[in-house]
């Protein structure tokens, strides 16, 4: 058949098609001769009408048979199934997040317009805001990188903040995110349009130095800015919940003589020098840290040897962990179970070049963090087991100041808040230039902390180790359907489906949003699954030329239904305070995915179409939920160019395995 058409038709000789960008946005192709493709010997008009069975136009335009009900007037679109109609989308925050769209959007979208803006002067997100001292992963390094890009040359087990941000900057440069990457500027509202389906941004970012000038500052020294309007057609949020840290609500905290830093604005010089140097001269300073959440537990073991005394206040309790996966880590690498070293040896890091081994000690330190979800579970096996270890080994790290164990060690579950092993916080609790004060804090003095019993501590720094706002209330509006601020819309508590998107705010998606993040296993992947799906949804309104994806009613309160009835079940509901209840003893887990890391990744996998709404644009496009099946060619068959037979290459076939 195909050999016979040929032979009628001759060569196909390709008319350049002309593209215009239609009111919509997407590209309409403009073919001359009214429409047609001039062929030889038989034209493709002459072609068409022949196969239609005397159902051509003499127009150039294909219309539908009649009906019924009587003639329709829907009419083709004029375009290949293929030829992708423009998409501009937008990410907010150039960290991890930013950066896997970095990667994925341009790999997996044609015709792809991305823009990602950061209000900070590099990227890496919180690995580049924070610089405190000690600053670390908590999790293995080997679990805490991309899935596609390894790096066997970590120097520890618990990564050190410089080395992430010099790995991200790495996969940046690799491949070529820059370009896509606004510094420094700033989202500052953020409004849709639901006549145009257009976010429109507005954004903020300093004035470039003028030529005249050389500078950008005003007459008082101040950097000046403007600000200027973007629009997208979808819009990404990487901003993450842990992106807004915030001072202590203690009184007299303005009234402080001394110096007065929070962990998570820790300032290192505009020559951007390491922690160790911007305290050079602490060492006859008296220092107070404020907290024992997991940024004071890198704090207070790495300040201490390098002041003349440390007080840690500490208003709450916590379990301090075994480090993590630390039995199979010493497994893996024939080390004593019971070292605390986890610096990796020259030895060590020779092993990690061979592909083979590194591959091996990867994928069986995540198996093993994978595996302890079943202790979030209230009274599980795990749990207690958990809890009686911790416990024993709090005691044993505590021996020189036993006392404390009576004012740090919880009655509340493991897990209840994050766990962290903290390495060398309680050995430093227990040198002797360390005090560890439960008083509670009555005010802030000139000199120093005043408490509750009436004791006052003179001190020449504090360090507020008070973590951040964790209520995903952005500092900027997000205006959705009939002027809805998305702050409204998370009042009294945010509501979202899957933690992606949320009802009234269509094509606007989240990462490490409410209800994302995970108690145990890797938070990588969970962020690699929460692009891959924003990239589906807009793959697919691409595809089908749609105007808006939104999450329907039934299905979004159907998912808070599954989290109302999950969490009772774990140790997140018990009483304790935790940013996963937004700093709250009780109340509602907003921070955590309902579920272990292995079934958000499952569920994340396919997105369940039928659960979202979807608007088209105007015209014939409405009429005929196929419209966007176009013309019935591809594009490659109408300019006669490109491959024809794409199917056939390696990486489109799926080949199945042959049974043995």
């Not at 040359?153 to 990457?181: C, N």
């Not at 389906?197 to 004035?207: D, E, N, V």
């Not at 950097?223 to 990487?238: H, K, M, N, P, Q």
């Not at 176009?630 to 049974?659: C, F, H, K």
Request: aromatic share 10%; glycine share 8%.
């Amino acid at each position: 058949m195909a050999s016979g058409i040929h032979h009628l038709i001759g060569t196909v000789e390709p008319t350049p098609a002309v593209t215009t960008n239609g009111n919509d946005g997407h590209e309409e192709r403009q073919e001359t001769n009214g429409g047609s493709i001039e062929t030889t010997p038989l034209s493709t008009s002459n072609l068409a009408q022949a196969h239609l069975n005397g159902h051509g136009a003499a127009n150039g335009e294909i219309e539908t048979k009649s009906t019924d009900a009587g003639p329709s007037s829907f009419k083709l679109g004029d375009f290949s199934i293929d030829e992708y109609r423009p998409m501009k989308v937008v990410v907010i925050g150039a960290g991890f997040s930013g950066i896997i769209a970095g990667i994925r959007f341009p790999q997996k979208v044609p015709n792809v317009e991305l823009t990602i803006y950061d209000k900070n002067a590099g990227i890496g997100g919180t690995w580049f805001t924070n610089k405190y001292p000690g600053l670390a992963c908590d999790v293995p390094s080997h679990c805490y990188q991309l899935t596609f890009e390894e790096n066997p040359h970590w120097s520890s087990f618990y990564a050190p903040g410089p080395e992430i941000l010099a790995y991200l900057q790495r996969v940046v440069d690799k491949y070529k995110i820059m370009r896509y990457i606004k510094l420094r500027h700033e989202l500052v509202h953020a409004q849709y349009d639901e006549a145009k389906a257009k976010w429109r941004l507005r954004i903020r970012r300093p004035i470039l130095p003028s030529a005249s000038s050389g500078r950008s500052e005003n007459a008082g020294g101040e950097i000046e800015y403007e600000e200027f309007e973007d629009t997208a057609d979808f819009v990404l949020s990487g901003a993450g919940g842990l992106s807004r840290w915030k001072w202590p609500e203690i009184e007299g905290l303005e009234s402080f003589k001394g110096t007065l830093v929070h962990s998570a604005a820790w300032d290192v010089g505009e020559d951007g020098e390491t922690w160790q140097e911007s305290v050079k001269d602490w060492g006859e300073k008296r220092v107070g840290v404020i907290g024992v959440g997991s940024s004071a537990l890198q704090v207070v073991p790495s300040l201490q040897p390098h002041v003349a005394s440390l007080k840690n206040y500490v208003r709450g309790k916590t379990w301090l962990a075994t480090p993590f996966v630390s039995e199979k880590l010493a497994k893996l690498m024939a080390r004593a179970p019971e070292s605390d070293d986890y610096k990796f040896t020259e030895e060590d890091l020779k092993l990690f070049d061979d592909p083979e081994f590194y591959k091996t000690f990867r994928h069986e330190l995540e198996d093993e963090l994978n595996s302890v979800h079943v202790a979030t579970l209230t009274g599980s096996a795990m749990q207690n087991g958990a809890r009686e270890a911790f416990r024993a080994l709090m005691l044993k790290k505590l021996a020189k100041k036993p006392w404390i164990a009576d004012h740090l060690m919880p009655d509340f579950p493991v897990a209840c808040r994050r766990l962290t092993p903290g390495p060398g916080y309680l050995e430093a609790l227990c040198e002797d230039n360390v005090e560890f004060v439960p008083t509670h804090i009555k005010r802030i003095t000139e000199t120093g902390i005043e408490l509750v019993d009436g004791t006052h501590h003179d001190l020449d720094v504090i360090v507020c180790a008070t973590g951040y706002d964790s209520s995903f209330n952005f500092p900027f509006p997000i205006i959705g359907r009939n002027g809805l601020d998305l702050k409204q819309r998370f009042t009294p508590h945010p509501e979202t489906y899957l933690g992606l998107c949320t009802n009234g705010f269509p094509n606007l998606f989240f990462c490490l949003g409410p209800n994302s993040a995970v108690g145990s296993g890797s938070l990588l992947v969970i962020l690699e699954r929460q692009v891959a799906y924003a990239v589906q949804v807009v793959k697919k309104m691409q595809r089908e030329r749609l105007k808006s994806v939104e999450v329907g009613d039934e299905a979004l309160n159907d998912f808070e239904e599954y989290l109302q009835n999950y969490f009772p079940k774990t140790v997140y509901s018990q009483k304790c305070r935790s940013w996963y209840k937004v700093g709250k003893e009780e109340g509602r887990v907003v921070g955590l995915w309902p579920g272990s890391c292995l079934h958000a990744i499952r569920t994340l996998e396919n997105p369940r179409w039928e659960d979202f709404k979807y608007e088209s644009f105007d015209g014939d496009r409405k009429k005929n939920r196929f419209y966007w099946l176009g013309d019935g060619s591809t594009l490659n068959e109408i300019r006669m160019s490109g491959d024809r037979a794409w199917y056939l290459n390696e990486d489109q076939i799926d080949r199945p395995p042959v049974p043995e």
